[in-house]
């Protein structure tokens, strides 16, 4: 199917255990981004990618990791989860014809590390 | 201070009424604005972009004052089925070229028969 998508859409893991957020879009968009919610924040810019091998830290950044190998997938990784990590995860993606169209938003992983 | 801000809300409105929020940015140098609504736990999902001139897509209007550095959406006759959260996205592009959205923390809206 067309589209941007998420996996795992619900996860638990442990403190100090390094987990991977998939994210995968089949327009070849240049632009993809993820982004973590929490109430009392709204969304927050992790990190962000303009092309493939291209990455960039956004606005809260430590203790994640990002690759962009390919144009189609960008893997979100904790290091090794706290549980102020605890959130909901949304990946994006914006087309190459540029910020007119927006953002599309995959259906986010929520993640609850315990 | 943070660069895009919105009323939070909520919003509780009876259905059919006319209801507006504003959003206001920060960073002069922005360059394309946005409404998206987001639904309890679902992703954000583009509600329309905002055009210089203002625009219209059935009962929402979008406005950008660039002077004053805000953005606003109207919402005419209200539906229950409007009630949600509504974030405003402003565009940058920054020194590399990159386009970097920033969305405000959402304004909550509540549309009761």
């Known amino acids: 199917d067309a589209g941007i998508t998420q996996s795992p859409r619900y996860k638990i893991t442990e403190t100090g255990r390094q987990v991977t957020l998939m994210c995968h879009q089949t327009?070849?968009?240049?632009?993809m981004f993820w982004y973590r919610q929490d109430l009392g924040h709204g969304l927050r810019l992790i990190y962000y990618?303009?092309?493939?091998?291209?990455?960039d830290k956004g606005e809260v950044p430590d203790g994640y990791v990002v690759s962009r190998s390919k144009t189609e997938n960008f893997p979100l990784t904790l290091e090794s989860a706290t549980r102020s990590q605890t959130s909901v995860y949304f990946c994006?993606?914006?087309?190459?014809?540029?910020?007119?169209?927006?953002?599309?938003f995959g259906s986010g992983t929520r993640l609850t590390v315990v | 201070r943070k660069e895009v801000e919105q009323d939070p809300g909520p919003f509780n409105v009876p259905e059919g009424a006319t209801v507006a929020f504003n959003c206001t940015y920060s960073?002069?140098?922005?360059?394309?604005f946005f409404w998206y609504r987001q639904d309890c736990r679902k992703e954000p999902k583009l509600l329309m972009s905002v055009y210089s001139s203002g625009n219209e897509d059935g009962r929402f209007t979008a406005q950008l004052n660039r002077a004053s550095q805000y953005i606003s959406l109207l919402i005419r006759d209200s539906k229950l089925s409007d009630s949600a959260t509504y974030l405003c996205?402003?565009?940058?592009?920054?020194?590399?070229?990159?386009?970097?959205?920033?969305f405000g923390r959402g304004t909550s809206l509540i549309v009761h028969p």
């Open positions: 994006a993606s914006l087309g190459a014809g540029g910020s007119n169209y927006g953002y599309t």
């Open positions: 990618s303009a092309a493939a091998d291209i990455t």
């Open positions: 327009w070849s968009h240049s632009y």
């Open positions: 960073n002069s140098a922005s360059q394309s």
């Open positions: 996205v402003v565009n940058m592009i920054e020194s590399g070229g990159s386009y970097i959205p920033t």
